[in-house]
């Protein structure tokens, strides 16, 4: 078979073992050659960014994925129940009725009800009209009958939620009867029997036309606000000042920015990162920034996700939440700073907890479970903060990829958070055992729980058990490779193009590459303690950089390897002024045999 017709055959799904960490597999994208160079054509773009967008569209059209404009958002009147809420407003507005705000305690919930807030306040409602309660891990999520009450006795005749209430059945049924209209915005999978309220605007709910149900609340929050807009007088674009707060939301609750082609929740990231980067967004947000050292021009989602989202939800965590709440809503730069200031020090204190809470949880497990035999993972401790073990649960799901569950045993009621992985719905686990818990809700990948300390046993006995059904004959995770890499399209000129699919998230990854049959001329770990692996490498005619975050362990067996495949993505690395491209190691996989794929 000649190299011209080996070109139009696409690569095995055969999946390629790690040589450096152990159970990962990874596989590389089906793509024919031939059409990523029609691709390419037609496009205007490289041979190997039309490799990505072909193995990403999955019989879609691959020029969706390059869509940045906020006009390919869905219009907020495909939101079932939005323009009942929109008149509720707007009556209560005319008639000076006094608005109660509730709002989840998490970044999704916090920059909800910050947007719901500022917008209803441009719209004319006086701060002594508005009354805004952020809820708090102690009470947990959603309405609760400590909110009736205050919204019956404060005289209030509407309650709009934000990132809660869509579960809340008994709740709004007792506002209902005392005469209180309740407005849910939510995007959490809706129950059987909804809340009597009189709009729901929840883009999950039967029957709902509008093109992405994955909105974060948040997103659900800003599209409320533009059809009020719209129908109230200043427009449906004057919500795109609350872009920042929509960025903010959406990556903080981990939502899917690209599924199934649809790029909205990418498209609200990158326009928040611009409204940003154009000196526009919220007062709070940019004092933020600024004491972080972050230049809000060149701001990505990963510094929002790993530097500036843990600072808000720390004040949940290890504080008080309402302090990340009037840092996103005041327009005083000294009570901005002030609350700013506030936020750090609690990210400190739970910096703190989160490393002796993680240290216990490995000593339990250690003890407790047998990671050759066990699917799942679940370990409970008394005096362990409930706000702190969702964020070790993700640790332990980084380390051991085993979906994880930690339970803090109280007095009255245990509370327990999970993480998960792909191959396990946590939610779905959950509510398969719902008999258990006095509360419980989440998403796939995160999920919650509220229920008695004698039960623990009974949950940990039940989840194991449906674990190993699920996940009979998993022994790791199988990673996806976008497209093979040529040793001569390495360049900083890729690395930018490929920036016009991102900003890069969950759901939407940094394209990763395979470049096979690279040379190792040098391998040395660096970094404090030689945690991360540098490389130098001959592929081709090029000579390439190579560096490996957390594979420095490794840097011994790389080299002995001598001819290995890279699994990488692109980086930019500028150092005293000087620009250029070089690789993220991801992976190092023993060389393949026969020729390259992309050839």
Not at 590 to 596: D, F, I, L, N, T
Request: one cysteine or more; hydrophobic letters at 40%; aromatic letters at 6%.
């Amino acid at each position: 078979m000649t190299s011209a017709m080996q070109a139009d055959v696409p690569p095995l799904a055969q999946a390629r073992r790690s040589l450096v960490q152990s159970g990962r597999c990874w596989v590389l994208a089906g793509v024919r050659e031939a059409e990523a160079l029609r691709l390419s054509r037609r496009l205007g773009v490289s041979p190997a960014t039309a490799r990505v967008l072909a193995a990403r569209a999955r019989g879609g059209d691959p020029a969706k994925l390059l869509e940045n404009d906020l006009e390919a958002i869905g219009s907020p009147f495909a939101l079932a129940g939005v323009e009942r809420a929109i008149e509720r407003i707007r009556r209560a507005l005319d008639r000076r009725e006094r608005i109660f705000l509730h709002g989840d305690f998490d970044v999704d919930g916090l920059t909800s009800t910050a947007l719901l807030y500022k917008a209803l306040r441009r719209l004319g409602a006086a701060p002594g009209q508005l009354k805004v309660e952020i809820e708090d891990r102690e009470r947990g999520h959603g309405l609760n009958p400590d909110v009736v009450r205050h919204v019956v006795e404060g005289g209030f005749r509407l309650l709009i939620t934000a990132d809660c209430g869509i579960s809340d059945v008994e709740c709004i049924e007792a506002l209902r009867r005392h005469g209180v209209d309740v407005i849910v915005t939510d995007h959490h999978q809706p129950p059987e029997a909804l809340p009597p309220a009189c709009a729901i605007v929840n883009p999950k709910q039967e029957g709902c036309r509008y093109p992405n149900p994955e909105l974060a609340a948040v997103g659900v929050a800003f599209q409320t606000v533009a059809a009020l807009f719209e129908r109230l007088g200043p427009g449906r674009e004057a919500a795109y000042e609350y872009l920042d707060l929509v960025l903010l939301g959406t990556v903080g609750d981990l939502v899917p920015l690209v599924r199934e082609g649809r790029v909205e929740n990418r498209v609200l990231v990158k326009a928040g990162l611009e409204l940003l980067a154009q000196g526009g967004g919220t007062l709070g947000l940019r004092v933020l920034l600024e004491k972080l050292s972050l230049d809000p021009k060149r701001l990505t989602a990963g510094e929002l996700s790993y530097i500036v989202i843990p600072k808000l939800n720390a004040a949940n965590r290890v504080g008080d939440p309402r302090v990340a709440f009037l840092l996103l809503t005041t327009e005083d730069p000294r009570k901005a700073d002030y609350w700013a200031s506030i936020l750090i020090d609690y990210n400190t204190d739970r910096q703190l907890i989160q490393g002796e809470l993680r240290a216990q949880a490995e000593a339990q497990l250690r003890e407790q479970v047998d990671l050759e035999r066990e699917k799942i993972i679940i370990l409970s401790g008394r005096g362990w903060n409930p706000g702190i073990i969702g964020l070790v649960a993700s640790d332990l799901v980084e380390k051991y990829y085993r979906p994880t569950i930690l339970i803090a045993e109280g007095e009255g009621l245990a509370r327990g958070s999970g993480r998960s992985i792909v191959e396990f719905n946590l939610i779905e686990g959950l509510a398969r055992h719902k008999e258990l818990f006095e509360r419980y809700g989440g998403h796939p990948m995160a999920a919650g729980f509220s229920m008695r300390p004698e039960r623990i046993p009974e949950l940990r006995e039940r989840l194991r058990a449906y674990a190993q059904d699920v996940l009979a004959g998993f022994e790791g995770p199988t990673l996806l490779i976008d497209a093979e890499l040529r040793p001569e399209e390495v360049s900083l000129a890729l690395y930018e193009e490929l920036g016009r699919l991102g900003p890069f998230g969950v759901g939407n990854p940094a394209p990763r590459f395979l470049l096979k049959g690279a040379w190792v001329c040098e391998a040395r770990a660096v970094g404090s303690g030689g945690k991360h692996l540098k490389l130098r490498l001959k592929a081709g005619d090029r000579v390439l950089e190579a560096i490996g975050f957390d594979l420095g362990p490794h840097w011994v067996e790389v080299y002995r390897a001598g001819r290995v495949d890279l699994v990488c993505k692109l980086d930019r690395d500028s150092w005293n002024g000087r620009t250029r491209v070089r690789l993220e190691l991801l992976d190092v996989l023993e060389p393949s045999s026969g020729a390259s794929d992309a050839e």
